[in-house]
Each structure stands twice: as C-alpha cells, then as structure tokens.
T-cell receptor, first 116, second 115 residues
Framework: AQKVTQAQTEISVVEKEDVTLDCVYETRDTTYYLFWYKQPPSGELVFLIRRNSFDEQNEISGRYSWNFQKSTSSFNFTITASQVVDSAVYFCALAQRDTGRRALTFGSGTRLQVQP | EAGVTQSPTHLIKTRGQQATLRCSPISGHTSVYWYQQALGLGLQFLLWYDEGEERNRGNFPPRFSGRQFPNYSSELNVNALELEDSALYLC??????????????FGQGTRLTVV
C-alpha cells in the first residue's frame, strides 16, 4: 500500500520567515511520482511540482525549493521569505506508474498561515 | 487556455436524491480524475476515466458512478445521497493518462451539500 504523511497540521510564521513543509511517503514500487499542490481558500488545487522517483535532483523555483531524499523517503518543500499570499493548505501526493494505481494518494495537508 | 472547469459551483440536494456534477478538462487532455474532499477525511480518489473508459475507481460504493463523453468531458453521478456525501468534489485532467504519466491539473470544485 502507498501512504503519504504530512505530520505538520498547521504552521504559523511571520512574513519573510523561511518555512519548511515536511512530507514522508511509503511505497513498494520502484517507479513513482511525487507532487506538491497548493489549495488556497478558493478551493482549487494548484499544481506546484512533480518529481520522478529516478530523479533525485533538488529543484528551486523562485522562492520555492524542494528536497527529495529517497534514502529517507522524504520530499520536503521550503518557502523562502514567506509572503501573506503563501497562506494556504499544502498537499504532498504520490502516484504510481502502474495504471492500476495511477491516481494520487494525498497526505492530510499542512495549513500554512503567514502573518503580516 | 482555459483550465479545468466544473459545474455547478455549489449544489444543494436532499438526502435520497441524485446529484450530477460536470467537468470539462483542459483542451487536449484525455484523462479525467474525480476526488472527494470531505471534512476530516482529506482528499480521496473516486474515479479515473481515460479515452472514454473507466480505468480505476477508489473505495467508494457503486452509487458513485460516472462517465466520460467523446469530447473527454465527464460527469459524476451520486445516487441515493447521504448526509456524509457532503463534500467538495474536485475534478482533474491530464494529457496522457493511460499511456504514460503526467501531472494532473484541478478545477475549482463543486461543493455538494446534502440536507
């Protein structure tokens, strides 16, 4: 079975602080995909990043960076110099290559509150 | 380019009735996924359609069903509504789906309230 754990239920920071959202996953497959989505109050899930299991290169996109470590089954997300607009619920998710398990398995989400 | 669109935005139904939710994928996308986001239960996979076929379904009773049309739009039907069906229903589309994997993009959701 596959599972995604986001242990942090809610994080509150002050604007301009850096914040890291943790994600730990479990899967028996050797080929899989990891994702981060952002859900603002409007409800729509906004795609942020996809990482393939065979590509452990970390990625930076503006203020966002992602640290994928296969050895610890973690895919953490860091926001540098947080802004109020970053306030949202962030979901980590896992999908398998096997067509029978192609759908996303989501973590429970981390609510990020950025105070001005 | 238009994103994934869902209708209606809000839907209020009485227990026992049927609800129909609609989803139009991004142009060129052939795969449509449905997810339920109920309070306290998180995001759970419901159904996956690709090129008109149901490819997989989550752990939901048969009264949750749907279909995908030749233009790749999709509808989700929920029969014999129960109070616990109240949730945000999210549709997502991706542009390959069955043959290879690509990320899914979500619509704004339909909030279903069962009273």
């Amino acid at each position: 079975a596959q599972k995604v754990t986001q242990a942090q239920t809610e994080i509150s920071v002050v604007e301009k602080e850096d914040v890291t959202l943790d994600c730990v996953y479990e899967t028996r497959d050797t080929t899989y995909y990891l994702f981060w989505y952002k859900q603002p109050p409007s409800g729509e899930l906004v795609f942020l990043i996809r990482r393939n299991s065979f590509d452990e290169q970390n990625e930076i996109s503006g203020r966002y960076s992602w640290n994928f470590q296969k050895s610890t089954s973690s895919f953490n997300f860091t926001i540098t110099a947080s802004q109020v607009v970053d306030s949202a619920v962030y979901f980590c998710a896992l999908a398998q290559r096997d067509t029978g398990r192609r759908a996303l398995t989501f973590g429970s989400g981390t609510r990020l509150q950025v105070q001005p | 380019e238009a994103g994934v669109t869902q209708s209606p935005t809000h839907l209020i139904k009485t227990r026992g009735q049927q609800a129909t939710l609609r989803c139009s994928p991004i142009s060129g996308h052939t795969s449509v996924y449905w997810y339920q986001q109920a309070l306290g239960l998180g995001l759970q996979f419901l159904l996956w359609y690709d090129e008109g076929e149901e490819r997989n379904r989550g752990n939901f009773p048969p009264r949750f069903s749907g279909r995908q049309f030749p233009n790749y739009s999709s509808e989700l039907n929920v029969n014999a509504l129960e109070l616990e069906d109240s949730a945000l229903y999210l549709c997502a589309s991706s542009n390959k789906g069955y043959r290879e994997y690509t990320e899914a993009f979500f619509g704004q959701g339909t909030r279903l309230t069962v009273v």
